[in-house]
């Protein structure tokens, strides 16, 4: 199956971009995954094109404008589609390695990038668009955070990556962040690879891998930790005695 993927943006130039490339150019070559990118003002009314209007209650900048935008996701995504309907927002859910996989493994989805103030809130409830963020941080646009959320997906659409396993044992997979890695030469500006990865001892190489993953997340990113622990908790409660 055919991982489908369309953008309703104002810049179509800017797709594939950089997802042209690479694994994800590649893939998208052999038809692992097809990408439209549509152009949202030629679903306006007017000879200029208009996708966007002031802010009701007065207030700096535009809002893109909820029925053309509607139509716009009507023509993306008829009714039947399957697929989730995205907007990237700055105050979305954050993306997370676990929604990844739950897109990858899916039939596509229908992306929107906003632009200006942000998007008319009623077509987010009339289409059940599900708000998603890159970051905490915000962008002239959707699209750079289409780009990411997308490439993020593609790699994980099975055949992409030549290692399958290289999916499963990186930042975030098993709530910790990826232990250091290391390779040829064997010294570098005087530092050397730990003896123990030269060991030949698989099950301490491992071990030693878990735990500079811990080690590493404790000190960047605690807060994963604290989830982890939390839901570990909420499933323990949930089975019961």
Request: hydrophobic fraction near 40%.
């Amino acid at each position: 199956m055919t991982f489908r993927a369309t953008v309703l943006t104002l810049y179509p130039e800017m797709f594939p971009g950089a997802l042209g490339m690479s694994l994800a150019g590649r893939a998208l070559e052999e038809g692992t995954w097809s990408l439209e990118a549509v152009q949202i003002r030629d679903f306006a009314s007017d000879r200029h094109r208009t996708v966007d209007d002031t802010p009701a209650g007065g207030g700096a900048g535009m809002v893109m404008r909820a029925d053309i935008l509607a139509k716009a996701i009507d023509h993306a995504a008829p009714q039947g589609d399957a697929r989730p309907k995205l907007l990237m927002s700055p105050r979305g859910r954050p993306l997370t390695q676990a929604r990844v996989r739950e897109l990858a493994d899916g039939p596509g989805a229908v992306i929107l990038c906003g632009r200006f103030e942000g998007v008319d809130q009623r077509v987010i409830e009339a289409r059940a668009l599900e708000e998603v963020s890159i970051g905490d941080y915000i962008l002239s646009g959707g699209e750079p955070a289409a780009l990411v959320l997308l490439d993020a997906v593609v790699r994980l659409l099975p055949g992409v990556m030549g290692n399958e396993a290289s999916g499963a044992e990186e930042s975030f997979e098993g709530g910790l962040l990826e232990h250091p890695h290391y390779t040829r030469p064997q010294e570098f500006e005087g530092r050397g690879i730990p003896e123990i990865l030269t060991s030949g001892n698989h099950a301490r190489v491992a071990e030693w891998r878990r735990e500079e993953a811990r080690r590493l997340t404790r000190e960047r990113r605690p807060d994963l930790l604290e989830a982890g622990t939390a839901l570990a908790a909420s499933k323990k409660g949930r089975a019961g005695p």
